[in-house]
């Protein structure tokens, strides 16, 4: 499914089950808490941030609820393991691909990955089902833009999954340069990763 919308000054509750983390935008500041409590007691609100612009909250081991209170811009806001805000700004820390492995949900929708290591690397793709667990309000034809920034004296090359995920153009990114990809979902569990830089 695509973004989740927040009225302005509106509120939300999600409910996470476990592993799942939330990814909430908004153009002025708003605030997460995160309902808690005991048996036979009234449920408190834990304030778990506030702010404006790209925020990820989570991942929660056991699960949670949050509540999401909008400020006067309103919000968006996704669920997954891997969840994304289509068309906002965003740039989690980086992360890095130093041996040959997977290339995984939550390092490509981190929008920057890295490598270092003196061996080539082999980055295979995670599956169509997989992508599809992980980034669950990722609609048919939604995309999104991620980079390979490789500083080792080898080649990183990523390569299609065993099922559901396939590349189109070259793979290959020498060392001491950089490739832009885009992935995007063609059908339940099918993802195409383009090379286009």
């Not at 408190?44 to 949050?66: D, I, M, R």
């Not at 599956?127 to 080792?152: H, K, L, P, Q, R």
């Amino acid at each position: 499914m695509p973004n989740l919308l927040i009225a302005p000054n509106g509120t939300a509750e999600v409910v996470l089950t476990a592993g799942q983390s939330l990814a909430a935008y908004g153009l002025t500041e708003g605030s997460v808490f995160e309902s808690v409590g005991f048996p036979n007691y009234p449920t408190q609100l834990q304030l778990e941030g506030t702010g404006t612009g790209y925020q990820v909250f989570g991942p929660y081991a056991s699960g949670a609820t949050l509540n999401i209170n909008a400020g006067p811009s309103g919000a968006q806001y996704a669920v997954g393991t891997a969840p994304l805000v289509f068309g906002t700004p965003r740039q989690a820390t980086p992360g890095a691909l130093n041996a040959t492995g997977t290339l995984t949900a939550a390092l490509i929708t981190g929008g920057i990955v890295t490598s270092t290591t003196a061996a080539a690397v082999t980055a295979t793709l995670d599956t169509g089902a997989v992508m599809e667990t992980a980034i669950t309000n990722m609609a048919v034809n939604d995309s999104f833009d991620w980079g390979v920034i490789n500083t080792g004296p080898n080649t990183f090359t990523v390569t299609a999954a065993a099922s559901g995920h396939t590349v189109v153009g070259g793979g290959a990114v020498a060392t001491a340069t950089s490739g832009l990809f885009r992935t995007r979902k063609t059908a339940a569990s099918t993802f195409v990763t383009y090379r286009i830089g």
